[in-house]
Antibody
Framework: EVQLVESGGALVKPGESLRLSCAASGLTFSSHSFIWVRQFPGKGLECVSFINSRASEIYYAASLEGRFSLSRDNAKSSVSLQMNSLRVEDTAVYYC?????????WGQGTQVTVSS | DIQMTQSPSTPSASVGDRVTITCRASQTALTWLAWYQQKPGKAPKLLIYKASNLATGVPSRFSGSGSGTEFTLTISSLHPDDFATYYCQQYYTYPYTFGQGTKLEIK
């Protein structure tokens, strides 16, 4: 069974940093691309970042203004999202997902709250 | 960016009704389109991937169709459990973008 499990969400203050992780199992990790999606309290969904299987293509939402960094560790079957200079408007549930021609899988999400 | 527009936004229907939700893309997404169901406090649940493929465990009353710029999600006969919010998402080109959601309400 394919599983994606996010971790690392927390309550932090504006300007602080946080690192989210996504642990994958039940799939050939090294052949999958991954994305992070966030869902704001008002329910809108935004694709935050994308990394392909070889980490040769990494994209970020323009709204991030260079504050986030995505990486992967194929040996550990994990993807990490480093979030710096967090803002109140980054408050959301963050989901890890893989979307391929043979299927789509999301994790259950991790809550990030940025508040003073 | 590909803009996704769903309609209607807040339809109301009754148990047993046939319901169709439309998702239009501002440019082609080929068949790289997913549909999700979401209930309060839960993660989006995948219903359909690649426009018309039923996800594992999803009841056969759900179906998806379309290609290019117009897609539909059809629920053939509404069950009480189907009253929820539905989202479409294109994953043809980054940034993968979502529709604004369709909240299906009980009439």
């Amino acid at each position: 069974e394919v599983q994606l499990v996010e971790s690392g969400g927390a309550l932090v203050k504006p300007g602080e940093s946080l690192r989210l992780s996504c642990a994958a199992s039940g799939l050939t990790f090294s052949s999958h691309s991954f994305i992070w999606v966030r869902q704001f309290p008002g329910k809108g969904l935004e694709c935050v970042s994308f990394i392909n299987s070889r980490a040769s293509e990494i994209y970020y939402a323009a709204s991030l203004e260079g504050r986030f960094s995505l990486s992967r560790d194929n040996a550990k079957s994990s993807v990490s999202l480093q979030m710096n200079s967090l803002r109140v408007e980054d408050t959301a549930v963050y989901y890890c997902a893989t979307m391929e021609s043979d299927g789509v899988m999301w994790g259950q999400g991790t809550q990030v709250t940025v508040s003073s | 960016d590909i803009q996704m527009t769903q309609s209607p936004s807040t339809p109301s229907a009754s148990v047993g009704d046939r319901v169709t939700i439309t998702c239009r893309a501002s440019q082609t997404a080929l068949t790289w389109l997913a549909w999700y169901q979401q209930k309060p406090g839960k993660a989006p649940k995948l219903l359909i991937y690649k426009a018309s493929n039923l996800a594992t465990g999803v009841p056969s009353r759900f179906s998806g169709s379309g290609s290019g710029t117009e897609f539909t999600l059809t629920i053939s006969s509404l069950h009480p459990d189907d009253f929820a919010t539905y989202y479409c998402q294109q994953y043809y080109t980054y940034p993968y973008t979502f529709g604004q959601g369709t909240k299906l309400e009980i009439k």
